[in-house]
């Protein structure tokens, strides 16, 4: 079984472009969070959703971020205009439901 | 301050043990996880302990959970250089989404 898939890697902008970010969850798992992890920060909670659904948005910082999951398949996380304060590592995670979430090996943003 | 809260650095000898400590603030915290990241890697689960447990033991590795102080702890026994990593301590209040909430990460070092 394939784990959480992120897209890219890593990812390195000018401040004021746009990023999109991919994640492809585990094959059956309805639910899907992102998180973000500023240099030397907690790894902190943007949002979550089930299915299609955003069942909890409370974290995301901004209207600068838009997270989509179009089909309840796979996520986009767009970034647009991207910030200096943006860069960090954005980690997707997966879970059937009320079960342990898997967590992917993160798209690593750096905004200059 | 913090909802959960963890040492940044740690630096052990090759085969001696690690003990990497946290404490959180939610009361109601059902599940305490605690998630490795090697270079490069994303965020594995190591472990978890329910609320209603004081100690879990899978191999080298011990879970004590102090609920009156809200303290638990991650003891790594004969720590290897393969165990150097950032370490995630997490806590989730679920009802029923068993969102996680991190703390800031513990980078372990190991050296011969």
């Known amino acids: 079984e394939a784990g959480v898939t992120q897209f890219p890697s890593h990812s390195v902008i000018e401040k004021g472009q746009t990023v999109t970010l991919r994640c492809d969850p585990i094959s059956g798992h309805d639910n899907l969070y992102w998180y973000r992890r500023v240099m030397g920060k907690e790894i902190k909670f943007l949002l979550h959703?089930?299915?299609?659904?955003?069942?909890?948005e409370s974290g995301m910082p901004n209207n600068r971020f838009l997270a989509e999951r179009t089909g309840g398949t796979y996520s986009t996380l767009k970034v647009q205009p991207a910030e200096l304060e943006d860069s960090g590592v954005y980690f997707c995670?997966?879970?059937?439901?009320?079960?342990?979430?898997?967590f992917g090996q993160g798209t690593r943003l750096t905004v200059v | 301050g913090e909802d959960v809260e963890q040492s940044l650095f740690l630096s052990v000898r090759e085969g001696d043990s690690s003990v990497i400590n946290c404490t959180y603030t939610d009361s109601s915290s059902t599940y305490l996880y605690w998630y490795k990241q090697e270079p490069g890697a994303g965020l594995q689960l190591l472990t978890y302990?329910?609320?209603?447990?004081d100690m879990k033991q899978d191999q080298r590795l011990t879970v004590l959970l102090n609920k009156k102080d809200k303290h638990l702890s991650l003891r790594i026994a004969d720590t290897q250089t393969g165990d150097s990593a950032i370490y995630f301590c997490a806590e989730s209040s679920t009802g029923g989404s068993y969102i996680p909430t991190f703390g800031r990460g513990t980078s372990l070092i190991v050296h011969p």
């Open positions: 302990i329910f609320s209603n447990m």
């Open positions: 995670a997966s879970s059937r439901l009320n079960t342990e979430a898997f």
């Open positions: 959703f089930v299915k299609e659904s955003k069942q909890d």
